[in-house]
């Protein structure tokens, strides 16, 4: 039996097609990309995230084996002298930079852009309502360079 060029083509094609799906990259994995390239502030200095209470509680709840959920999520930043704590209620975001000092803090959103709010001389801030879905920290106070957190999940 002589085989078609053209039908062996055509069975690739349609094993390629069939494929396609489980080889597609997760939205999400899109999304995290495309955030990794919108950083321009090449002179700022990245804050890790070394604290976040969700995390820990899962991992408590895993060792105890009890659960309980607290209302408030608790995330720290820091990069070098600089921390941003951050506290997540319902209704706000409240923050404090260490060491405190007057500033302003960018709240940059990936589809609600950046809403800006002051940070007073003892360092706090307060954003309401408390932003939710991918978001990240830009910190700008007078003669210092600026500190960016990393992308978090609020």
Request: hydrophobic letters at 45%.
């Given at each position: 039996m002589i085989r078609d060029w053209h039908d062996d083509q055509q069975l690739l094609a349609d094993l390629h097609d069939a494929l396609r799906d489980q080889y597609a990259v997760p939205a999400r994995f899109l999304e995290i990309g495309k955030a990794a390239f919108t950083w321009h502030d090449v002179d700022a200095e990245l804050a890790e995230l070394v604290h976040d209470s969700a995390v820990a509680d899962v991992n408590a709840a895993l060792a105890s084996t009890r659960a309980g959920a607290t209302a408030v999520r608790t995330l720290s930043f820091s990069v070098g002298?600089?921390?941003?704590?951050?506290?997540?209620?319902?209704?706000?975001?409240?923050?404090?930079?260490?060491?405190?000092?007057?500033?302003?803090?960018?709240?940059?959103?990936?589809?609600?852009?950046?809403?800006?709010?002051?940070?007073?001389?003892?360092?706090?801030?307060?954003?309401?309502?408390?932003?939710?879905?991918?978001?990240?920290?830009?910190?700008?106070?007078?003669?210092?360079?600026?500190?960016?957190?990393?992308?978090?999940?609020?």
């Amino acid at each position: 039996m002589i085989r078609d060029w053209h039908d062996d083509q055509q069975l690739l094609a349609d094993l390629h097609d069939a494929l396609r799906d489980q080889y597609a990259v997760p939205a999400r994995f899109l999304e995290i990309g495309k955030a990794a390239f919108t950083w321009h502030d090449v002179d700022a200095e990245l804050a890790e995230l070394v604290h976040d209470s969700a995390v820990a509680d899962v991992n408590a709840a895993l060792a105890s084996t009890r659960a309980g959920a607290t209302a408030v999520r608790t995330l720290s930043f820091s990069v070098g002298p600089t921390t941003i704590e951050v506290e997540l209620t319902p209704d706000a975001l409240r923050g404090q930079v260490i060491p405190p000092r007057a500033g302003e803090i960018d709240i940059q959103h990936r589809e609600d852009g950046t809403r800006t709010v002051p940070v007073d001389d003892d360092g706090w801030f307060v954003v309401r309502p408390c932003p939710a879905g991918f978001v990240r920290l830009r910190l700008r106070r007078e003669d210092d360079q600026p500190v960016i957190t990393v992308w978090t999940t609020l």
